[in-house]
């Protein structure tokens, strides 16, 4: 059976090219680039990601640079076709794809159409409510590839998949790498809703999956994949070095928070790979118990859930990793394998092997936001569930990301991985926005004729004012800590604002009144 499974889905993503395309080109989207907006070069690349995207041919890979990306109206998204893959974190010069910096140069994809959004993320945001449905609606017919976004500020209290809704049933690889995908409120599946009618791999590699808002009071689950529509198929499921940190479920009734897996109707096989992650602040209530759910239905699934070196630590109302959804149990069979070193604050109902039950803190500093592991875990995660021997074909040798979520090496010298999702090592796990770092206030926002800035720099402050299509209408350079700029000149409407200093950045909306 398992040699069959392997033969399956190393099929699936061959035809999927995930083994050998290369892309057809490259297309380059900036929102500062005032060239011929052909997408051609970074010269020449277009201000608007739809645009990119609906000129788009079959595998083409699309090159963001930094900035802020939405659509004009709550009845539109980013629609993705063509199996083409979307990468972030460009500065606007770069020649090959290493060469980004996605810390430095957050790439963002909003929903957020009118430029408003403030306050706490939640269903009943009046500012909010205007907002798309979806940022990403997928209808690629084999493989998408999101890498060095950050997906955010979808809305809907009706409508599932706020991030990234895969459309399309006929997919056989969705790949999600490095991007924060965060505060999209939806009825359920906030985060990402992968629907998939064949043989698939879901692989989510160094993410940021945090403050989504799940609304509905019949379910939850911030990231779905399920097999729907055949029976028979066998898929993957990989999340490896991801954070996912205070999604919320509305519904104090509700559970399995962080995510569902799920075979309607059953008779079909999932292999979850459940590793180096972190779950923290993840809130719901009791009906679910676990972070996770399991649901089918008809004849029985199979689930082999691999669950290593993962950090489980404050999450309000969980009382397990896994659990059944009600309803489901008489058509699951559930294989846990032999995991490890999972450190959990809540007592261990699955008889995994060297779970650590704690009450303490396991980071170096819980309430700054620093999650690097406190000594005790620097070295103590174990390798065995991703060997080669548990690992399909087509992803023999990948094995972990050769870097942690923050960016440091995923392996001491030693050769040795620690517990969690970031290694020992300089604490750069979150985007370096200068609203945080420096106390940047930029107001009053709307404005009439003056703004002031106020930070807490040692240096210059780069300020620059954009027009909806990229144009450039402002730029100053501060040097004080109390600074005012004259915007009467502009005309009423809305802009884009950049605030930079050295490798910090800070983008927002501007209202002109």
Known sequence: MLYMKKILLSLALVSSGLLSVQAQSIIYVNDDATGNND?????????????ALTNSSTNDEIWIAEGFYTRTSSNETFRVDND?????????????????????NPTVVS?????????????????????????????????AVFDGLIIEHAFSTTAAGGGIYVYSQSMNNLEISNCIIRENVSAN??????????????????????????????????????????????????????????????????????????IIPGGCEIDIFLLNNTFINNAQGNYVPGLFAYESAGAASYFYPHISNNIFYNNYGATDIFSVSNGSAS???????????????????QGLTNTQIINATPFVDYINGDYRPIAAYEAGGNTAMYSNSNLIDVFANQMYPEVDLAGNPRFNTQGEIAIGASQAGPNTLSVDDLKETANLSIFPNPADDIITIKHELTGNLDISIYTLTGAQVSNTVLSGNLNTIDVSNLPTGYYILKAKSNNQEHVEKLIIK
């Not at 020649?95 to 430095?104: E, G, L, M």
């Not at 945090?210 to 939850?220: C, W």
């Open 331 to 349: 058509a699951l069979v559930i294989f846990p394998d032999y995991s490890y070193n999972n450190i959990q604050d809540f007592p261990d109902l």
């Open 39 to 51: 997408g051609s070069s970074w010269a020449n690349a277009y201000n608007d990601l739809n645009v």
């Open 189 to 262: 599946r906030a985060g990402v809703l992968f629907y998939s009618q064949v043989p698939a791999a879901f692989l989510m590699y160094n993410n940021i999956i945090e403050k989504n808002v799940n609304a509905d009071f019949n379910s939850a689950y911030t990231v779905e994949y399920r097999i729907t529509g055949n029976s028979h198929v066998y898929s993957e499921v990989h999340m490896v070095n991801n954070l996912f940190n205070d999604n919320i479920t509305e519904a104090f009734g509700m559970g399995g928070t962080c995510g569902r897996f799920t």
């Open 111 to 143: 929903g957020d159409v009118s430029w408003n959004d403030q306050g706490i993320v939640s269903s009943t945001n009046t500012y909010m409510q205007d907002n798309a449905e979806h940022v990403f609606e997928v209808h690629s017919t084999n493989r």
């Open 84 to 104: 083409v893959r979307i990468y972030g974190g460009f500065s606007g010069n770069e020649t090959d794809k290493d060469q980004r910096n996605i810390k430095a």
